[in-house]
T-cell receptor
Framework: DGGITQSPKYLFRKEGQNVTLSCEQN?????MYWYRQDPGQGLRLIYY???????QKGDIAEGYSVSREKKESFPLTVTSAQKNPTAFYLC????????????FGPGTRLTVL | AQSVTQLGSHVSVSEGALVLLRCNYS??????LFWYVQYPNQGLQLLLK??????LVKGINGFEAEFKKSETSFHLTKPSAHMSDAAEYFC?????FGAGTRLTVKP
């Protein structure tokens, strides 16, 4: 089955620790995205990548980092610089950025204690 | 810059009643517009998208949306709500999403 996987579904970390969230797709999509979802705020764009080895900051990139070494993979690192990291994180992909719908993973709920 | 405003964070309707979820957008270029649905603790699924082929767009599960350029709106409707429609709905212009509208359906 083609799709997007995110792991783990639930993640707990201590304050001050970096943590990496996994996102893999086998849809052969060029574009990938990371969003943060908080109650009442919808989805806010953290980073996006249009092609391998290229990525751009979204609206709330501070305290996050990404890499795109392979077409299939777009991991997100939540660093200790992110002031309020507890949230639901969603990864998505699309054929490209121009007018094509996004396909979403099931999400990772990160709780920082 | 592109942005999306969804009017009403919560909408409650009775089963069988009309569903209307409002979305206004701002875009400096012809917009790519989408509606997605999210069930609790899951990712989002596409309901429908505007492709410029027609202003009235039909989607899955009986939903449709009308693109009105003069009003910069893309409101989502369904003639008769079903209990299974209870979810959160997001309007998006390209990769920018609105804050979402939670739909509750009363028996």
């Amino acid at each position: 089955d083609g799709g997007i996987t995110q792991s783990p579904k639930y993640l707990f970390r201590k304050e001050g620790q970096n943590v990496t969230l996994s996102c893999e797709q086998n849809l052969n999509h060029d574009a990938m995205y990371w969003y943060r979802q908080d109650p009442g705020q919808g989805l806010r764009l953290i980073y996006y990548s249009q092609i391998v080895n290229d990525f751009q900051k979204g609206d709330i990139a501070e305290g996050y980092s990404v890499s795109r070494e392979k077409k299939e993979s777009f991991p997100l690192t939540v660093t200790s610089a992110q002031k309020n990291p507890t949230a639901f994180y969603l990864c998505a992909s699309s054929i490209d950025r121009w007018g094509n719908e996004q396909f979403f993973g099931p999400g990772t709920r990160l709780t920082v204690l | 810059a592109q942005s999306v405003t969804q009017l009403g964070s919560h909408v409650s309707v009775s089963e069988g009643a009309l569903v209307l979820l409002r979305c206004n957008y701002s875009s400096s270029v012809p917009p790519y517009l989408f509606w997605y649905v999210q069930y609790p603790n899951q990712g989002l699924q596409l309901l429908l998208k505007y492709t410029s082929a027609a202003t009235l767009v039909k989607g899955i599960n009986g939903f449709e949306a009308e693109f009105k350029k003069s009003e910069t709106s893309f409101h989502l409707t369904k003639p008769s709500a079903h209990m299974s429609d209870a979810a959160e709905y997001f309007c998006a212009v390209s990769e920018r999403f609105g804050a979402g509208t939670r739909l509750t359906v009363k028996p």
